[in-house]
């Protein structure tokens, strides 16, 4: 089944402690997304990547960190996560990044103690 | 900002047609309409998208205006299943992002 999968679903954890949420995608595409989700705010872009080694910052990407070292995986690394980093994250992925149609994945709900 | 303009929320009868209006009076020649949805914190899914021709699919028709400055979504049979947050979505540029405005929230009751 095509999909994009995302680990962990949920996290609880505490401030300044190094985190890492995967995401894989099993359709061989070349662009990779990541986004936030906040109440009020819609869905903000936090970094992206045209391609494997191609990574480049969206509007959010202050706290974040990604890599891209093989096409199906584009992971999320936290280095000291904060509280205001407590949110709904998205892994998205589509063929090409002008491609029509982008796949998310299920979500992870991080909280920030 | 996103660049378009929906209603906040709307209510349908299940079984009958949700048409979700959505204002994109910026739009360019060369920008894409596309409609999600998501449904209560999953992931959102797309449903459709279009340039300037009407478009249907399985799951929705898209209708655009002449001027390309307004679109309608139409579900032609809403079931409870149907009840989400739908995103009009203008795509930007080439970098693949998606601006995600508020979206409308459509409730469909029994």
């Known amino acids: 089944e095509a999909q994009v999968t995302q680990n962990p679903r949920y996290l609880i954890t505490v401030t300044g402690k190094k985190l890492t949420v995967t995401c894989s995608q099993n359709m061989n595409h070349e662009y990779m997304s990541w986004y936030r989700q906040d109440p009020g705010l819609g869905l903000r872009q936090i970094y992206y990547?045209?391609?494997?080694?191609?990574?480049d910052k969206g509007d959010v990407p202050e706290g974040y960190k990604v890599s891209r070292k093989e096409k199906r995986n584009f992971p999320l690394i936290l280095e000291s996560p904060s509280p205001n980093q407590t949110s709904l994250y998205f892994c998205?992925?589509?063929?090409?990044?002008?491609?029509?149609?982008?796949?998310f994945g299920p979500g992870t709900r991080l909280t920030v103690l | 900002d996103a660049k378009t303009t929906q209603p906040p929320s709307m209510d349908c009868a299940e079984g009958r047609a949700a048409n979700l209006p959505c204002n994109h009076s910026?739009?360019?020649?060369?920008?894409?309409v596309y409609w999600y949805r998501q449904i209560h914190s999953q992931g959102p899914q797309y449903i459709i998208h279009?340039?300037?021709n009407n478009e249907t699919n399985e799951m929705a028709s898209l209708i655009i205006t002449e001027d390309r400055k307004s679109s309608t979504l139409i579900l032609p049979h809403a079931t409870l299943r149907d009840t989400a947050v739908y995103y009009c979505?203008?795509?930007?540029?080439?970098?693949?992002?998606?601006?995600f405005g508020q979206g409308t929230t459509l409730q469909v009751k029994p």
């Open positions: 998205a992925s589509s063929f090409l990044a002008g491609g029509l149609e982008q796949f």
């Open positions: 910026t739009i360019s020649g060369n920008e894409y």
């Open positions: 279009g340039l300037k």
């Open positions: 979505i203008v795509r930007e540029d080439n970098t693949g992002k998606l601006i």
């Open positions: 990547s045209m391609n494997v080694e191609v990574t």
